[in-house]
């Protein structure tokens, strides 16, 4: 006899489930695999049909978490007739009854066969980075307590007429339009970006290294226009970003090609799941939302104590939150695309999303804080290598700072969202994990010339950059004052909603490097980065290194 299967309201991985090649569902959470085979919570009977029928069965009792679940004794043992036993009929009534020896009974037991364990992982029901789940969310319950305190504070600033008032007005009719104007713009922008490279991952791909370099530089050079020390800061910071984005354009153009061709194989799978950018759009409307409050307590910190700390603290949480947000979908697309390379699941996107905001969230905290402060730091370090001459007295600390980083990238590191999200492991263990798979593939240098990251990152900065462009000459004409506060402001908004869309194709090339450290054989892949690999080890192609200064300018000593 079958069971029913439980409702979808009271089993949250009601979607991962397998056709089998017979028309049957299988379901990983009770231990089904994708070869077929016995289903160990379902109910089974075997029957002995002569005369006098016996039925046994492995029943045992109703599951305690869900009576719609059965439990089954490891230790029952079901007799069942043997191939070379002929099966008795009920035609002919007068038949005498089929006996078996104890010892042929004995031979033919049965055991239920256990569920295997790397299926039931991925279904981990524990909760990821519990201190870390904690931290966020105090701090989300700090910073509403202290929006909504701020705005109180704003709205009596307005009822009591004085300076506060004054400043409060000013603020609302010179700083707040051009605010939300940026948040919309960087929101349009984000679509575009994804749908474009989604469309024509060949073109935009040089498109955006190319493009930031030129728009950064029109954003440094319409703030020097401007005359004003604070926009000359300002701008003379946004030229140089768009001098070392113009260098890494042309370091990595050996590079783009392989880039393209993996950024191709890895969106392939997004169209058989047609809701995967839901999260994407939740994430995009709950973070203006939450941006048209924040401002609206930047002004209401005008009628409170120490309002420039305020501020900075406002923003630190803000630039925070929008990070959690992001890696929420990154480890949304990554459960997704995941389960189908390493199962063949077709998830649902909405329990992977519901599974990446409660089990996964501590996660994301953590790795919120330290991923991009640890490639950051990467970078720095990588930096200080290319001073490498051969004045070992002032350069020394060049390989140890590089090494240092190295170790720490190890414990610490994008990849490790795909195993967070499939098989729901801790940041840490995860990074290591993941970096394991990766020296046993012996991929370390294709992925760590991978530039899926840095288009992302440099997509977000063509964002910003695009709105510091509109903002700055909007709030020249009106109130210049504002011009490099806001400026500033438009363009963290920009980064940080164009980072949210772009963690759709960021998760993509991340799930296939990651799925096929772990299963080559996968017939799902190519032989794309096979090939490269022995390019590599053959000696006739060779990843970029990081770039040294030539012998003939270092001095010596």
């Excluded at 519990?130 to 701020?150: M, Q």
Aim: proline letters at 6%; one cysteine or more; charged letters at 15%.
């Amino acid at each position: 006899m079958g069971v029913a299967e439980p409702p979808a309201m009271e089993r949250e991985e009601a979607d991962e489930t397998q056709i089998d090649g017979g028309g049957g569902r299988r379901d990983i959470e009770r231990g089904e695999v994708a070869g077929g085979g016995v289903n160990p919570t379902e109910t089974t009977t075997t029957q002995i049909n002569p005369p006098g029928d016996v039925h046994m069965s492995r029943m045992q009792r109703l599951s305690a978490t869900n009576p719609l679940r059965l439990v089954i004794d490891s230790n029952l043992r079901v007799p069942t007739l043997s191939p070379s036993q002929p099966r008795a009929t009920n035609s002919t009534p007068s038949q005498p009854r089929a006996t078996t020896s104890a010892a042929a009974q004995t031979r033919d037991v049965v055991a239920p066969p256990a569920p295997q364990e790397s299926i039931t992982t991925l279904n981990s029901r524990s909760y990821t980075n519990k201190f870390s789940l904690f931290l966020f969310l105090l701090h989300l319950i700090c910073s509403a307590g202290l929006v909504c305190f701020l705005l109180f504070k704003g709205i009596q600033g307005f009822l009591q007429a004085g300076p506060t008032k004054r400043k409060e007005e000013r603020v609302l009719q010179y700083f707040l339009p051009q605010v939300e104007a940026a948040s919309l713009l960087s929101i349009l922008l984000a679509f575009s970006w994804q749908k474009a490279i989604r469309t024509w991952p060949n073109f935009m791909v040089r498109f955006i290294i190319w493009s930031t370099f030129f728009i950064t530089l029109a954003a440094g050079i319409l703030l020097i226009c401007f005359q004003k020390p604070s926009t000359d800061g300002v701008g003379i910071v946004f030229i140089a970003f768009s001098i070392g984005t113009g260098l890494y354009a042309c370091w990595v153009t050996p590079r783009i090609g392989f880039c393209c061709k993996i950024l191709i194989k890895s969106l392939d799978p997004v169209s058989k799941f047609p809701d995967l950018n839901h999260p994407t759009y939740w994430m995009l409307a709950i973070g203006f939302l939450w941006m048209s409050l924040w401002i609206f307590a930047v002004i209401g910190s005008l009628n409170f104590y120490y309002p420039p700390l305020v501020i900075i603290a406002l923003l630190l949480s803000l630039i925070w939150t929008i990070e959690v947000m992001r890696n929420v979908v990154n480890m949304t697309v990554s459960r997704v695309i995941a389960l189908y390379y390493l199962r063949g699941i077709q998830s649902n996107t909405k329990f992977c999303f519901q599974r990446a905001v409660s089990k996964n969230l501590g996660s994301a905290s953590l790795g919120s804080l330290f991923v991009p402060s640890i490639e950051a730091l990467r970078i720095v370090a990588r930096g200080l290598n290319l001073l490498e001459g051969e004045d070992e007295f002032m350069f020394s600390c060049a390989h140890c700072c590089l090494r240092v980083m190295q170790s720490i990238f190890r414990y610490g590191n994008g990849w490790a969202y795909v195993q967070i999200a499939a098989y729901g492991k801790g940041f840490v263990q995860a990074s290591q994990d993941t970096w394991e798979l990766f020296q046993n593939g012996k991929m370390e240098s294709i992925v760590d010339s991978d530039m899926t990251s840095a288009i992302c990152f440099l997509t977000g900065v063509c964002s910003g950059s695009m709105c510091v462009i509109v903002v700055a000459a909007w709030t020249r004409t009106i109130y210049q004052p504002f011009t490099a506060t806001i400026s500033l402001l438009a363009f963290i908004i920009g980064y940080l909603m164009t980072r949210i869309a772009m963690a759709l194709p960021h998760a993509c090339v991340s799930c296939y490097y990651v799925c096929y450290a772990e299963n080559p054989e996968n017939r799902l892949f190519d032989k794309t980065i096979s090939d490269r690999l022995e390019l590599i080890e053959s000696g006739r192609d060779v990843v970029a290194p990081t770039p040294r200064v030539p012998r003939r300018f270092s001095t010596r000593t």
